[in-house]
């Protein structure tokens, strides 16, 4: 006589039925610790990448978690993603500083280039850099107060929807200082008297015995290479640390 013993087959549908159930959680936490680490390997790139590059941006880099409902992890820049799914912000740090070093090509204008711009001082199509009298921050950028103080005097801060007179009798507090101060600021649209277009800082208190410095110069191109292997990164991360994550949680729960 044959005697079929089910017993050690119903055990092994049970703990199939058991482990089916709790994967889709060992696999969220997976998912999200690789996330994490591709935003390590993210951000010490950049590091590598830029000189000096600011903790605002290197905190720019999100992790947007998966849960057992989408098992999927996003990691980018956090204004990418809202509670509602993926979107693209407007002129956002990846967009302004990140992507054309990812991508390549033409980097977006900035915020005070746009009012240049208005204000027709700066041509359509070029770009403003800092000139050898801009005071630069410890990251190597402009000081948002020293931009506003030049935009101001040079007449290109203008008036917006929202603003309010107040702001008109600050910027005639900060040139009325720096005129205190025998500080002045010009701009030239194109080439004069030796000059390149930019802005020019004037100190002394009369033309003979000032100096002049370009604290912005303007430029006709601003194209970048592609130096920055965003996807490179994760992807090898993913590929090197996802399956042994995965196996670390499966016995997790297995043991739980």
């Known amino acids: 006589m044959i005697r079929i ?3 050690d087959l119903r055990n092994l549908v049970g703990s199939l039925d058991r482990l089916a159930k709790e994967m889709p959680y060992a696999v969220m936490r997976a998912i999200n ?11 010490a790139e950049i590091s590598n990448v830029f000189d000096r590059p600011t903790p605002w941006l290197l905190k720019t880099i999100y992790v947007t978690k998966a849960t057992t409902q989408r098992l999927s992890a996003a990691v980018g820049p ?3 993603f809202t509670k509602s799914g993926y979107r693209v ?11 054309p070093h990812v991508y390549g090509g033409k980097r977006i204008n900035k915020a005070f280039e746009n009012r240049l711009r ?4 700066l041509p359509d199509g ?9 005071k630069l921050d410890a990251y190597g950028n402009m000081r948002g107060g020293d931009l506003v103080a030049i935009m101001s005097w040079i007449g290109a801060m203008g008036l917006y929807a929202g603003d309010n007179m107040n702001k008109r009798a600050k910027q005639s507090q900060r040139r009325n200082k720096a005129q205190q101060r025998g500080e002045s600021y010009f701009a030239l649209r194109t080439a004069t008297h030796g000059l ?8 002394g208190r009369t033309w003979v015995t000032s100096r002049i410095k370009p604290v912005l110069i303007f430029v006709n191109k601003s194209n970048y290479r592609k130096r920055l292997d965003y996807y490179g990164v994760a992807n090898r991360v993913v590929n090197s640390v996802f ?8 016995r997790i729960e297995r043991i739980r």
């Open 33 to 43: 610790n690789t996330a994490f680490q591709v935003r390590t390997a993210e951000q």
């Open 78 to 80: 956090n204004e990418w």
């Open 118 to 121: 208005a204000a027709r001082l």
């Open 126 to 134: 070029w770009y403003a850099v800092p000139g050898q009298g801009a």
């Open 89 to 99: 912000g407007h002129s956002t740090p990846w967009e302004r500083v990140l992507a």
């Open 5 to 7: 013993d089910t017993t």
């Open 196 to 203: 390149a277009p930019g802005v020019y800082k004037k100190t």
């Open 243 to 250: 399956e042994a994550e995965l196996i670390k949680e499966v």
